[in-house]
C-alpha cells in the first residue's frame, strides 16, 4: 500500500534565471541554460530520425515485407513497457543531464552496430531487430531526461512555452535530417547513413557536457534504491500516478492514438515505395514533410503561451489527427500525399508536446520525470497497433490498414470532447506526494 503524507508539499520555486534588463523572460528561449538543453536534446532527435529511417528502409528493401518493416517500429517501442516505469524513477532521482549524455552514448554504440551489419551485406535481418529493440531502451531513458530538463530550465510559466520550442527544434532538424537521409541512403549507402546518426550522438553526447548541473532541481534530494528496491519503487510509483483521473484519461488516450495514430511511421516505407511509387529519396521526403508538419503544430503551441483551455485544444489535436490519416491514406497521389502529410506531422507533434505539458502540469514537482516515464510506458504499448497494421497490411493493402487506423483516432478524439472535464489541469501542489521508498 503507498502511504501519503498527511499534508501536502509545495512545488519547487521557480529556478533563479538569469534577467535581462532587468526583466524575468517572457519566452524560454532568453533562458541560457534552456539553450543548452535544446541544442542537446535537438542533436539527439537527429540521430534518432536517422535511425528510424534508415532501419525501416532498410529492412523493406532486404525483405520486401510491409510486416517485418512494421515490425522493427515495434521492436524499438515494445521494450518501454517494461523499462519506461523504471527509467522514470531513475531520472527523478539522478542527475538528468548526466542519464541523457550516458543514454546518447549508448545509442551512438548501437548506431555503430548497425552500420556495421549494414557493412556485411547480408541478407540476415534479424540482428537488426535485436538492435532496434535495444536502442528502444535507450529511448525510455531519452524522452524523461529530456523533458525533466526542459522544465527544469525555466520557470513554471513558461514550460508549455519551453516543450514547444524544444519540440519545435527536434522535429525541425528531424525534417532537415529526414531529406538528407534519404539522399544518403541512395548516394552513399545504408551503411554510411547509420554512421551519419551515431556522429549527430557523438555530438550530442559532448552537448549535455555543457547543460548544468543545478538544473536538476531534486534529483540530489530524493532516496535512490537500487536492485530489486528499485523495482518496487517503480511499480509504486507507476501505480500512483495511475490513482489520478487526470493523468490515467491522459495514458488511455496515449495508448490508442499511439497503436493506431503514430503507426503511420512504421507503414510509410511501405506507402513509399508500393503505393506511391518513390525510393529511398521520396521515404526522405515524405519524412520531411511529416516533421515540417509536426515543427508546424509545434511552434503553433509555442506562440500559444500559457494557454488555459489546454484539455479542449487536445480535443481538437486528436480530431485533426484521425482526419488526416485517413485523407493520407486514401490518397494514390505523390504531391497529394506531400501536402496531407504535413497535416498528419502537424497532429502528430501538437499532440506529443500537449501530452508531455498536461502530464507534467497534473504532478507534483518531484514527479516530473516519473509522469513522463508512465507516458513512455505508454507509448509502449504501440508495438501491438504496429504489428497488428503490418499484417492487416499484408492482407488488404497498407491503404486500407492506415484508413481504419485514422478512423479510430477520429473516435479517440470524440471520446476525449466528452471527457475533456478531466483533463482540466490543476495545480500541482493540491496532488499528494508518495512517500519515497530506499
Do not use: C
Not at 138 to 152: R, Y
Not at 307 to 335: C, D, H, Q, W
Amino acid at each position: 500500500m503507498i502511504k501519503l503524507p498527511s499534508s501536502t508539499q509545495s512545488p519547487d520555486p521557480d529556478p533563479v534565471l538569469p534577467v535581462t534588463e532587468g526583466r524575468l523572460p517572457r519566452r524560454a528561449w532568453a533562458v541560457d541554460n534552456f539553450r543548452r538543453v535544446w541544442a542537446a536534446t535537438v542533436l539527439l532527435s537527429l540521430g534518432n530520425w536517422t535511425e528510424r529511417i534508415v532501419v525501416g528502409f532498410f529492412v523493406l528493401a532486404e525483405t520486401n515485407s510491409v510486416f517485418l518493416t512494421a515490425a522493427t517500429f515495434a521492436a524499438r517501442q515494445a521494450p518501454a513497457v517494461f523499462v519506461a516505469p523504471i527509467a522514470g524513477s531513475i531520472v527523478d532521482r539522478w542527475p538528468r543531464g548526466r542519464v541523457l549524455g550516458l543514454t546518447a552514448v549508448y545509442k551512438m554504440l548501437i548506431l555503430v552496430s548497425l552500420a556495421t551489419l549494414a557493412g556485411l551485406d547480408t541478407s540476415v535481418v534479424w540482428p537488426v531487430f535485436l538492435l532496434t529493440a535495444l536502442g528502444g531502451i535507450g529511448q525510455s531513458f531519452e524522452i524523461p531526461a529530456t523533458q525533466g530538463l526542459v522544465t527544469d530550465s525555466v520557470p513554471r510559466r513558461l514550460r508549455m512555452n519551453a516543450v514547444a520550442v524544444q519540440s519545435a527544434g527536434a522535429r525541425g532538424i528531424g525534417a532537415i535530417g529526414g531529406l538528407l537521409t534519404g539522399t544518403a541512403i541512395d548516394s552513399i549507402g545504408v551503411s554510411a547513413a547509420f554512421g551519419i546518426g551515431a556522429a549527430a550522438f557523438a555530438v550530442a553526447a559532448l552537448a549535455t557536457l555543457l547543460i548544468r548541473s543545478d538544473a536538476v532541481t531534486t534529483a540530489a534530494r530524493l532516496a535512490r534504491p537500487i536492485g530489486f528496491g528499485l523495482l518496487r519503487q517503480s511499480y509504486l510509483d507507476l501505480r500512483f500516478l495511475l490513482k489520478m483521473p487526470v493523468v490515467r484519461t491522459l495514458l488511455i488516450a496515449t495508448v490508442l492514438v499511439e497503436m493506431f495514430g503514430f503507426a503511420f511511421g512504421a507503414l510509410l516505407p511501405s506507402i513509399s515505395v508500393n503505393v506511391l511509387g518513390t525510393a529511398g529519396t521520396g521515404l526522405g521526403a515524405l519524412n520531411m514533410m511529416a516533421a515540417f508538419g509536426g515543427l508546424g503544430g509545434v511552434i503553433g503551441l509555442s506562440l500559444l503561451g500559457d494557454y488555459k483551455n489546454k484539455e479542449r485544444l487536445l480535443v481538437l489535436i486528436t480530431l485533426a489527427y484521425g482526419s488526416f490519416l485517413m485523407l493520407f491514406a486514401a490518397s494514390g497521389l505523390f504531391p497529394l500525399s506531400m501536402v496531407l502529410i504535413l497535416g498528419v506531422g502537424m497532429s502528430a507533434g501538437a499532440f506529443d508536446a500537449m501530452q508531455w505539458t498536461l502530464l507534467q502540469a497534473n504532478v507534483p514537482e518531484n514527479m516530473r520525470g516519473r509522469a513522463i516515464g508512465g507516458w513512455v510506458f505508454a507509448i509502449g504499448f504501440g508495438w501491438i497497433g504496429h504489428i497488428g497494421l503490418g499484417a492487416l497490411g499484408e492482407l488488404v493493402g497498407v491503404q486500407w490498414a492506415l484508413g481504419g487506423a485514422g478512423g479510430i483516432v477520429f473516435v479517440t478524439g470524440i471520446v476525449l470532447a466528452r471527457m475533456a472535464g478531466r483533463l482540466r489541469a490543476k495545480p500541482a501542489a493540491s496532488v499528494p506526494i508518495p512517500a519515497e521508498r530506499t
